[in-house]
């Protein structure tokens, strides 16, 4: 990535220069000239972008006025680079704020600039990173940390920590680091959010290949960080944790693991961060006959590339974001597709989702300095809280309603027309597949209009008549047809909501966390929970979003939390923190009433986003602002000194 991030210098050939800003993104580029040159006249008041929509990405601007900022640009970038290619001074923060103003067309308020000021995290800065050491407050107190899991948050928290010279082990099932990017090998596997905001904020990679890039360059990218941390001597792969036990009388918790030659072996920490993620363990579905078929069948996750489909008739058990995923490479080598839907969803229409990032766009990304952080910065704007009003639920709704309030209904408006209009061929797939339930219910999938060209395809049948039961020949519905299959698919999703399964972990005096639990996970802050002292969560219960933000966002504000917490006992001299019930439990009574006013909490829609009771333990119901000034720091008050 280091190579990556390199600026490379400016050509003399102005023609080229004028060729890349044909695909730049002009609402970035203008802060980005006025940052190097340190003219920030260059941000005009006819320039200004009217909006900041994924849909819109030159925000509004008119042809002329996009050709006249491009004018401008060639201008300034030839001045620029006559001149030496200088970089000006710093910008003041009153500069900052002029050019975040200018970029989202909105006047930043104060109480989002800090946090801004941290994502936009300008080359070779990091503004999250601690600014304290262990040795630097208590060189004589041991602090081992042992951190589960070495995918994106795993990864991230190891950095972290060896920033502060914390000494911490991670402990890795897989032969590699990477989690979900390592083990979802499927055709077709790629991001859906926009990947240069999916990323860590002080990790910037400028050449992403494509604005949702594909598995094997996001599995690239952690490894790369991995590398680049100098974190991997740490980790412990092919290794598995099995339980978890507290020490009361030592304050230490105790991992059993098992390593790759099958041999046990426990290891004393101080502290355990968990970071399996909550997308980690297949879940098969409870069909009768579950394990009848007698042809090949295997789990998306687990994707088995020994099958040649060519030929075949593949059958397909699910819909969500997996397999819309994969059936179309499915429907592209086999010879008969069924897929079975239990309940349809809402698609979202991405159209640069397959896209790869246009040559001048890449071009200008490595050549004009900034750029590709207020490309960034306008990203995480525009998919960030300005979505929270399309989801919210108005007072007056109603069970069975289509739709929970305005917002709603317009986001509705945008995806049922679009769904309308690619399938207006087939009035009976259109049957099938729009939701009459409000969108983001559950997880609305992104697409470029690939699923509904699968689905217009003759050898694909979309069945939607409820499965029941698995046969050794295929699968029975319930009008008592056998649909015969050579091959299963089962693209039914994780175990979500057990999280940490199949650990034990058992906390002080002996109490289980699944027990305590009782199958309805929660945790202040989604990071502790009380008897578990010194026990903390990336990604952990209601921290997942549905509209705003990317999880790399949260994980940064959660290991930024677990640093305070760490740090904390390190000057206090405790030996451990013990999340308080009350703070816990009001904490948790203030998501459940916020889920409750979000259209996943009043859907009755099966989704991953909620338990076996049907409440939401997944999803963080409010604004990104709110998670980082509730993580940015840690208040000793919320817990019980050991
Ligand atoms: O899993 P899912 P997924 N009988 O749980 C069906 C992330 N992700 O792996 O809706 C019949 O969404 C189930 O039906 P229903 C993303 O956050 C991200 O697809 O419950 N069907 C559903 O259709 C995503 O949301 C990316 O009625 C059964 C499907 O199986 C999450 O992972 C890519 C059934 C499960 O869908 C999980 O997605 C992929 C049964 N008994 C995933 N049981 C990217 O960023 C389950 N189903 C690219």
């Known amino acids: 990535m280091t190579s990556s991030r390199e600026i490379q210098p400016l050509p003399q050939d102005n023609d080229a220069i004028r060729k890349a800003l044909e695909d730049a993104h002009l609402p970035s580029l203008l802060p980005a000239l006025a940052q190097i040159t340190g003219d920030h006249s260059l941000l005009r008041d006819d320039l200004f972008p009217e909006s900041v929509v994924l849909a819109d990405p030159q925000g509004g601007l008119s042809p002329e006025k996009q050709a006249e900022a491009r004018d401008l640009a060639v201008t300034t970038l030839a001045a ?28 930043v308020s104060d109480e989002y600039l800090p946090l801004l000021l941290e994502e936009l995290a300008f080359a070779d800065t990091d503004p999250r990173a ?3 050491s262990k040795n630097g407050i208590n060189a004589e107190r041991s602090m081992r940390v042992v951190i589960i899991g070495a995918g994106m948050s795993g990864i991230l928290a190891a950095h972290r920590f060896k ?42 990679k400028f050449d992403w290949p494509y604005h949702h890039s594909p598995q094997e360059v996001l599995l690239d990218y952690f490894s790369e960080c991995a590398t680049e941390f100098g974190i991997r001597d740490n980790i412990r792969f092919n290794t598995e944790v099995l339980t978890v036990t507290y020490d009361d009388a030592r304050a230490f918790w105790e991992v059993r693991v098992r390593g790759a030659d099958g041999g046990e072996e426990t ?37 088995d590339h020994s099958i040649d ?11 969500g974001s997996s397999a819309s995923q994969f ?63 399309m989801v919210e639920v108005d007072d007056n709704w109603q069970p069975g309603d289509g739709v929970t309030g305005e917002g709603n209904r317009q986001l509705r408006e945008l995806l049922e027309g679009s769904m309308r209009k690619q399938l207006e061929s087939r009035p009976d797939l259109i049957e099938k597949t729009l939701p009459d339930f ?9 697409d470029n209009g690939t699923w509904p060209n699968t689905l217009l395809k003759e050898h694909v049948h979309l069945t939607t008549e409820p499965i029941e039961r698995i046969t050794p020949r295929g699968i029975l519905t319930e009008d008592g047809e056998e649909h015969e299959l050579d091959v299963l698919v089962y693209g039914t999703g994780f175990q979500a909501s057990k999280f940490l399964t199949p650990m034990k972990v058992v906390g002080r005096g002996g109490v289980d966390m699944h027990e305590q639990w009782g199958g309805d996970a929660r945790a202040y802050l989604g990071i502790t929970m009380p008897n578990f002292p010194n026990f903390f969560f990336l990604y952990g219960p209601n921290t997942n979003i549905v509209v705003n933000g990317s999880i790399v966002y949260f994980s940064e504000c959660e290991v930024q939390y677990v640093l305070e917490c760490l740090k904390f006992l390190l000057e206090s001299g405790q030996q451990a923190i013990d999340c308080r019930t009350d703070v816990h439990d009001a904490y948790n009574e203030r998501i459940d009433a916020g889920n409750l006013k979000r259209a996943w909490g009043v ?31 840690m208040d000793p008050a919320d817990y019980v000194l050991l």
């Open 80 to 107: 620029w680079r006559d001149a030496g290619s200088v970089v000006a001074p710093p910008p003041s923060l009153e500069q900052v704020r002029g050019m975040m103003d200018y970029l989202i067309g909105e006047h």
């Open 603 to 633: 859907s009755s829609v099966p989704s991953w986003y909620k338990s076996a009771s049907g409440r939401v333990a997944q999803n963080w119901p409010f604004t990104l602002l709110e998670y980082w000034q509730q993580t940015k720091r």
């Open 438 to 446: 409000p969108p983001a219910s559950k997880r609305i999938v992104v």
């Open 309 to 319: 489909f060519a030929g075949k008739t593949v059958g397909i058990i699910g819909t």
């Open 130 to 132: 601690p600014e304290w």
């Open 267 to 303: 290891i004393e920490a101080e502290a355990v961060v968990s970071a399996v993620g909550q997308l980690n363990r297949p879940k098969m579905p409870d069909v009768a006959g579950g394990g009848a078929f007698e042809g090949p069948s295997f789990h998306s996750a687990e994707w």
């Open 163 to 204: 920033q502060a010279g914390i000494d911490y082990t991670v402990i890795e099932k897989n032969a590699d680091v990477g989690g979900t990017w390592f083990e979802n090998t499927y055709p077709g596997a790629r991001v859906d959010s926009s990947n240069h905001a999916y990323s860590y904020s002080f990790a910037q």
């Open 327 to 389: 059936i179309p490479h499915l429907a592209d080598e086999a010879e008969g597709v069924r897929i079975f839907q239990r309940t349809p969803n809402w698609y979202a229409p991405a159209p640069n989702y397959h896209e790869e990032v246009a040559e001048g766009f890449l071009w200008l990304l490595k050549h004009v300095p900034t750029y590709a952080q207020w490309y960034r910065f306008w990203l995480f704007w525009a998919i960030s809280d300005g979505f929270l009003p």
